[in-house]
């Protein structure tokens, strides 16, 4: 690269990294307006991190509960009712508390 163009290209940076006083004026309208803009992206930014984090949770807690809803469905279909305690004889049919059950 010769010396010139090396000149010229380090003075265009210089100039565009040195700080210059800037002449502009943002009125109410126009400032309310920015920081309206402002506080909605960074709502929006937030929701889109609390419900990506909170999507795996609400997940789970789906599957439990579909889980549940599953086990009392095959108990109502099978009219047993369903046990508090494992190992309860009273959560269990007369008939059952006293006879041992066959597979």
């Known amino acids: 690269m010769n010396k010139p163009k090396t000149i010229a290209i380090l003075a265009c940076v210089c100039l565009a990294l040195a700080p210059l006083a800037a002449s502009a004026y943002v009125g109410p309208g126009a400032g309310l307006s920015l920081l309206g803009a402002l506080w909605a992206l960074i709502v929006a930014i937030a929701a889109a991190v609390v419900f990506l984090f909170a999507w ?4 789970m807690r789906r599957r439990k ?4 809803e599953l086990e009392e469905q095959e108990l109502k279909r099978r009219n047993v009712p369903p046990a508090t305690e494992a ?3 009273s ?7 006293h006879e041992p059950r066959t597979p």
Do not use: S, W, Y
Request: proline content about 17%.
């Open 91 to 97: 959560a269990m049919h007369p008939q059952e508390a």
């Open 65 to 68: 509960r579909d889980a549940k």
């Open 56 to 59: 795996p949770i609400r997940r």
């Open 87 to 89: 190992g309860d004889p």
